[in-house]
């Protein structure tokens, strides 16, 4: 069941985050939707621009459609992840997303205020909410690359002017990770300072609390990487993530959602590495897709336990039924 991203911030807000996992196909809409029943957990679908044009954008919303029959108990939300103002709008426009990013951040402050306003606008119209980014993570954003030394960290005097003036519905807030495999030299350094420190302007405003974003939030499992490598895989093998035991204590500070993508593609590139090089005289690819899915399903019930979701889904339904 398909439902709005704001009636899951309210009720996980400050408790548990929402796991937010990007997908492109089938085998991992499949994985997902189990791994999320098995945990118990609510969670979030979320499509960047590359997975709508990776077949057709028609094509990855049919799967989800087709997913929310064949697991009817799923309760979870689909949102355009880092989109631009058009895209914003198709998707508004379609019906379909429960939610929509706006990631207008490597704009000046006020215009990214302004092109935040604007989808808002619109979105809300629509009774959709919309996340906003302020600050630069370092990687690459769709097709915007952002390196180490342009990153910078979200200012939480700005944040506080920036939700009053843009009137977005969550924030990607820059706290020190990055997109990829590669995130932190040396040792891992997330300001969870910043995070507080937004939480505590906002509430000094008056305003209801604003929930934040947590993105390039993968771990990078040191294991996944080995086994790609040992499967003919030339990964650096220094790729580091966010250690998953930050996550709850991100959680409780109104870290609501957060995004993982790296992690699955790590799950996906060992199982078919490790598949291929068992098997080389093999050429049908269902095989490796039925273990993917297993994998994938596994991964996520496993990451649905780290960010606290596991576990709430019949109250969460309860609370919905209210
Ligand atoms: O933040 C970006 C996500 O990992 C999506 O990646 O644009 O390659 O689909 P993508
Ligand atoms: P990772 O690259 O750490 O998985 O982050 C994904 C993300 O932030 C998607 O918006
Ligand atoms: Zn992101």
């Known amino acids: ?95 379909f997303y429960s939610s929509v990013m706006i990631d207008a951040s490597h704009h000046s402050f006020d215009e990214n205020v302004e092109i935040t306003k604007r989808v808002v606008e619109r979105a809300h119209a629509k009774g959709i909410s919309v996340e906003a980014e302020l600050g630069m993570l370092g990687g690459v954003e769709e097709d915007i690359a952002v390196d180490e030394g342009n990153a910078c960290l979200t200012n939480p005097d700005e944040a506080l002017e920036f939700i009053q003036r843009s009137g977005c519905d969550s924030l990607a807030a820059a706290i020190g990770t990055s997109h990829g495999a590669y995130k932190f030299k040396g040792q891992q350094s997330l300001h969870f300072d910043v995070i507080e420190k937004i939480a505590k302007h906002i509430a000094a405003a008056g305003l209801p609390p604003v929930p934040m974003v947590m993105h390039g939030s993968s771990s990078v499992p040191k294991d996944e990487v080995r086994r790609i490598n040992a499967a003919g895989g030339t990964l650096d093998p220094s790729a580091c993530g966010v250690n998953e035991d930050e996550y709850l204590p991100a959680a409780k500070l109104g870290v609501t959602k957060i995004n993982i993508d790296t992690d699955g593609r790590l799950v996906w590139t060992r199982v078919h590495r490790e598949f291929f090089r068992d098997n080389p005289n093999e050429f049908d690819f269902r095989p490796p897709g039925k273990i993917f899915m297993d994998e994938y399903a596994k991964f996520i019930a496993a990451k649905n336990v780290k960010l606290g979701s596991a576990g709430q889904l019949d109250d969460i339904r309860a609370a919905l039924a209210k």
Request: proline content about 2%; aromatic content about 10%.
């Open 1 to 95: 069941m398909i439902v709005t991203t704001a009636a899951l911030f309210k009720l996980a807000y400050g408790k548990y985050a929402i796991g937010a996992y990007n997908i492109n196909n089938i085998e991992q809409t499949m994985g997902l939707f189990r791994g999320c029943i098995d945990s118990r957990a609510p969670f979030i679908i979320q499509l960047s621009k590359g997975a709508r044009k990776y077949s057709d954008k028609r094509m990855i919303e049919a799967v989800i459609r087709a997913a929310d029959e064949i697991f009817p108990e799923a309760i979870y939300a689909v949102h355009l992840d880092h989109g631009d103002e058009e895209t914003c709008y198709d998707c508004i426009d379609s019906g």
